[in-house]
């Protein structure tokens, strides 16, 4: 078996420049609009299917790191020092692991997310390309967007989809080191498209994702039917995309994330994140829909919901969800 250390190592060693006293990088949250759920390879991150994203433009995260004197990591989170044993500093330091040039090296890393902490999009993703833009930034690697891609997908899978912006497809790839498994951005543009965050809960979630789909592969008896619906899925949403048709892109984004959380459901034990109000919010969607408003939504691993309709129908959306944040990810 491949070993992250080692993917890392394959990639950066023998590249650079003399390092720099601190590397920046920026990178874009993301929501999948084709789902990634479940892997292959739960070392390399490498997934069972491929998946399609649309990034979030400037929302997203900025990392900067640089070497420390120790004797452990310093890690900072919008300003504020991480604990070591918490949840964020060991994903960090675990990361950074696979590119210390020897034991006993540090560095300090200052993370800051420009996504609303409480808006619901995840920032694991654009963390994790935002910190390998930074490390390359850092060693002057000069790593091209590929590579920076398999590098983030080390971190979190679905920080492979953001190192670019706009739609960017995940190549599931077959290579057992994971070689061909990167992101990489559809040449496709939709100026009028809009999500919206509704968050209907800001509390942890009981079962993270990284758990949840292990157990999905492991118990969950239709999982065995997920990676055609998924290939089926990605080749319409791409057909779609092409032909900028926003009742295609709804129906399949939705469809996906439907049939994703029923892959949850069926798991055992069962992981259910719907709560009443998901359920409510999910009603009002297609109430809406029945009287002729362009929206669907798209769920992740947690209850909040998050919506798909074009700019024209901003204001009727804001009227159903007033708390509503609203994203342009082409600006
Ligand atoms: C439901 O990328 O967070 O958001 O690879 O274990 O870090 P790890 O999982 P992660 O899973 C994201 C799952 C999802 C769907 C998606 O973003 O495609």
Same mark, same amino acid.
């Given at each position: 078996m491949t070993t992250a250390r080692e993917v890392a190592q394959r990639i950066v060693s023998g590249r650079g420049l003399p390092e720099e006293t601190a590397g920046r990088g920026r990178a874009p949250a993301n929501i999948a609009l084709v789902k990634y759920w479940g892997k292959r390879d739960e070392e390399l991150n490498l997934p069972v299917t491929g998946s399609l994203s649309i990034s979030l433009g400037p929302l997203g995260s900025e990392v900067e790191v640089s070497p420390a004197e120790g004797p452990h990591d310093a890690i900072w989170l919008n300003s504020a020092p991480q604990p070591l044993t918490g949840v964020f500093a060991r994903r960090a330091s675990a990361y950074l692991d696979l590119f210390?040039? =020897?034991? #006993?090296y540090w560095y300090e890393v200052k993370a800051r997310n +420009?996504?609303? +902490? =409480? %808006? #619901?999009? %995840? &920032?694991s993703a654009s963390g994790f390309a935002a910190m390998a833009r930074a490390l390359d930034d850092l060693y002057?690697?000069?790593?091209?967007i590929r590579e920076l891609s398999v590098l983030a997908r080390l971190g979190?899978?679905? %920080? %492979?989809? &953001?190192?670019?912006?706009g739609f960017v497809e995940w190549h599931a790839g077959s290579a057992p080191d994971g070689m061909d498994s990167y992101g990489e951005r559809l040449p496709a543009e939709w100026p009028e498209l809009r999500m919206g965050a509704v968050v209907l809960c800001a509390a942890e979630k009981p079962v993270g994702s990284r758990e949840g789909m292990k157990r999905s592969v492991e118990t969950c008896e239709f999982y065995r039917e997920w990676p055609g619906r998924v290939a089926a899925d990605l080749a319409a949403l791409k057909d779609a995309i092409a032909r900028k048709d926003m009742a295609a892109l709804g129906t399949v984004t939705e469809g996906n994330a439907l049939a994703m959380h029923a892959l949850m459901a069926a798991t055992r034990p069962p992981i259910v994140y719907a709560l009443p109000e998901t359920v409510a919010a999910m009603r009002t969607v297609w109430a809406a829909r029945q009287e002729g408003l362009p929206l669907w939504f798209t769920m992740d691993a947690g209850p909040n919901v998050k919506l798909l309709f074009e700019a024209k129908d901003e204001a009727r959306v804001r009227g159903l969800f007033p708390g509503v944040q609203v994203v342009a990810p082409f600006g």
């Open positions: 210390r040039p =020897a034991p #006993g +420009t996504v609303p +902490t =409480a %808006a #619901g999009f %995840a &920032s002057g690697w000069g790593l091209s979190s899978g679905s %920080a %492979a989809r &953001s190192l670019q912006d």
